[in-house]
């Protein structure tokens, strides 16, 4: 039997800190991404999703690649199954995902990688690494979000010349458009990844997902719009806590203002 056959092409660990790794682990083949593998992976962000001991998510690729996109060798099995089933679907359930989730990327992010690396809500990526978009160049219509998410962080123009030529765009130069948040070694790729989880793990669990899910919620909306939306979700978030929530509010504060105050 074939020794990838045997093992698990998507691998999931939590942590005791409420910190869960997800890995592509496919490293014979970049980790490129069979139709089963594509099931697991969505099934694993659902999964987590609904694990209250889960707080962040980090995904990452085993081997020298994050994802080199879809396995091309079953590409009708990939792009002719139910590709419109959203419990099937990674870019799916990482999007209804609550729980935020840190990319951490080494190599290459091709194509569908390059689209599951930009479902992520903060990309932390190894010196060297390189996103690429192939869909122009093997004849493949993007349907995870590419057309529409890359130019809308980093400029259309450049998102342009970078589908358009199918030309790789590094780490370095993504991290300067605002699309990658860190650029380190290699070897502290995941060191990096763990301290951004870990600052989010020490906040409020019910305001860190209900702050995500209002940013990506208001990025799909012309600003005025997503202005109100803030206000409406603060005031139902407001009116919805109790005298015993307000006090406690008032005690932390006060106990960090004591604490500032002790140090000067």
């Not at 800190?17 to 083949?29: D, K, M, Y």
């Not at 799916?92 to 992010?109: D, H, N, S």
């Not at 406690?248 to 105050?261: L, N, W």
């Amino acid at each position: 039997m074939d020794r990838q056959s045997t093992e698990k092409l998507i691998l999931v660990n939590r942590h005791p800190n409420g910190v869960a790794l997800v890995t592509i682990n496919r490293p014979g083949s970049l980790n490129s991404l069979t139709r089963p593998m594509m099931v697991d992976l969505a099934q694993a962000f659902k999964t987590l999703d609904r694990q209250d001991s889960v707080r962040v998510i980090i995904l990452t690729g085993s081997g020298r690649s994050f994802c080199s996109g879809v396995d091309l060798t079953a590409a009708e099995d990939v792009f002719k199954g139910d590709v419109k089933d959203p419990e099937s679907d990674p870019v799916v359930q990482m999007e209804l995902c609550r729980k935020p989730i840190i990319g951490a990327i080494r190599g290459f992010a091709v194509t569908a990688g390059f689209e599951i690396a930009l479902a992520c809500d903060i990309l932390v990526a190894a010196k060297g690494s390189k996103f690429m978009d192939t869909h122009a160049r093997f004849g493949i219509f993007p349907s995870w979000g590419l057309s529409q998410k890359l130019s809308r962080i980093i400029g259309v123009n450049k998102a342009r010349e970078v589908s358009l030529t199918a030309s790789p765009l590094t780490a370095e130069v993504a991290e300067k458009l605002g699309f990658v948040n860190h650029v380190v070694e290699e070897g502290e790729l995941l060191k990096k990844s763990r301290e951004i989880a870990d600052a989010i793990v020490k906040n409020n669990h019910d305001l860190v997902l209900r702050y995500k899910a209002v940013i990506n919620d208001g990025i799909k909306l012309d600003l005025g719009r997503a202005l109100f939306l803030e206000k409406e979700r603060a005031h139902d978030y407001y009116n919805g806590m109790t005298k015993e929530q307000f006090r406690k509010m008032q005690e932390f504060i006060a106990g960090r203002s004591s604490k500032k105050q002790s140090k000067l």
